[in-house]
């Protein structure tokens, strides 16, 4: 194998930890959906995920108010519009209508559900310390919901510059963990 310098810049398409997201938030009777896919699991119980929303991001503003979010997990049905929600901001327009996502009201929190999407984790930011310095919150889930008649979800997993990778293909490996 050779292996040859590779650009610092795109460091993290190899290291993409998951699912690209949708993150939706709530703030003075205004909804917005963002593209995220700077995310990583911290904790199992409760379960925590650590985010990077860009300070320039619309949803920082709200998400720092109201210490509250839903990480909504689209598929490849609806790549499209997650990537034109990561092209456009909600501080003048309402995304959910400009891409056709449609809003469902949460159980614990006031950001919506996203209908389109296959999962939806409703949170409670739990830390900010590294707000201030990285933008990194580490958000509580309190609520999740998942759709059963999807078996086999084909995720979005950000590479860079409009590159995506689709997860779907299970394999099961003999494993000690439970």
Known sequence: ?????????KVYGLLEPGPVLLLTTAHQGKTNVMTLSWHTMMEFEPPLVG??????DFSFAALR????????????EIASQV???????????????SVGLTPSPAHEVQAPL?????????????????VN????FILEVVCAWVDTSCKAPHTLHHRGYGEFAIAGRTVKIRSGMR
Request: net charge positive; hydrophobic share 30%; with cysteine.
């Open 1 to 9: 194998m050779r292996k040859r310098n590779y650009p610092l810049s």
């Open 51 to 56: 985010c990077v929303v860009s300070g320039r």
């Open 65 to 76: 108010k109201t210490r509250e979010c839903v990480l909504n997990i689209p598929t490849e």
């Open 83 to 97: 990537v034109a929600c990561g092209n456009m901001s909600g501080q003048h327009l309402d995304k959910f209508a």
């Open 114 to 130: 996203i209908d389109e999407c296959y999962a939806s984790l409703e949170c409670r930011v739990a830390d900010t310390r590294l």
């Open 133 to 136: 310095r990285y933008n990194f």
